[in-house]
């Protein structure tokens, strides 16, 4: 699945162009490296977004392609701050 459609499916950006934006303007990282709204995420994959001075970095658990609301947490662990 594409970041930028992850990044939405998990609830993490609101937003799928919100997240295509975040991606161009270097605020996302996968594995350390600056990535591609175009990057396919994996379990395991290490995404860390900034949001002004906040950083969330979060490990890929699962790769769905819709969930509900409740369970958009599920996709994700939190692994700092």
Known sequence: MRLDKYL???????????AN????NGLVTVNGKP???????????EISLRFGARTLQVEV?????????????ALYREIGR
């Open 61 to 73: 658990v699962s790769v769905q392609e819709t969930v509900k609301q409740a369970d958009a947490a």
């Open 35 to 45: 990535a591609r709204a175009s990057y396919e995420v994996k379990v395991g994959d």
């Open 21 to 24: 934006e975040a991606c161009d």
């Open 8 to 18: 939405k499916v998990s609830r993490l950006i609101k937003r799928r162009t919100v």
